[in-house]
């Protein structure tokens, strides 16, 4: 799906962390702190800026910042820069594993209430299985 410029800066807003501090400016020697909230994304190619009152996505071009055009296609920079979602709520279902049908007869063929498990010489055999109980019944 296409995604323009504003389009990616809308959505990227408030997935950046907001920092204090990150935007300095050199005057002659020194350098200065500017006292500003700043929310920032970076990665290899893109850069995205966002203060109080602007955003502005960069395209890094070896060591210069251009910003892009407000209509320019931005789906690169929106794959690349999208944090995702924090924290994903529940289980993760795992993929089924195809299984022989020969494994299949031989597993169904074990009695109800057995197991397999192994002996002292490493040799297969069936295993009664434990019935747990309620501690106190």
Do not use: C, W
Request: hydrophobic share 35%; proline share 4%; glycine share 10%.
């Amino acid at each position: 799906m296409s995604k323009t410029v504003q389009k990616v800066k809308n959505s990227l807003k408030f997935k950046a962390d907001e920092r204090e501090g990150l935007l300095t400016i050199r005057y002659g020697v020194k350098k200065f702190v500017v006292p500003h909230k700043v929310r920032m994304l970076s990665d290899g190619k893109f850069m995205f800026l966002s203060f109080v009152a602007s955003s502005e996505l960069y395209k890094v071009d070896g060591k210069v910042l251009k910003a892009m055009d407000k209509g320019a296609e931005a789906s690169d920079a929106y794959d690349q820069l999208n944090p995702g979602r924090k924290g994903k709520r529940g289980r993760r279902t795992r993929g089924s594993v195809a299984v022989s049908p020969e494994l299949q007869a031989a597993l169904s063929s074990i009695p109800a209430g057995f197991r397999l498990g192994y002996g002292p010489d490493g040799s297969i055999k069936l295993v009664k299985t434990r019935v747990r109980t309620k501690k106190g019944a």
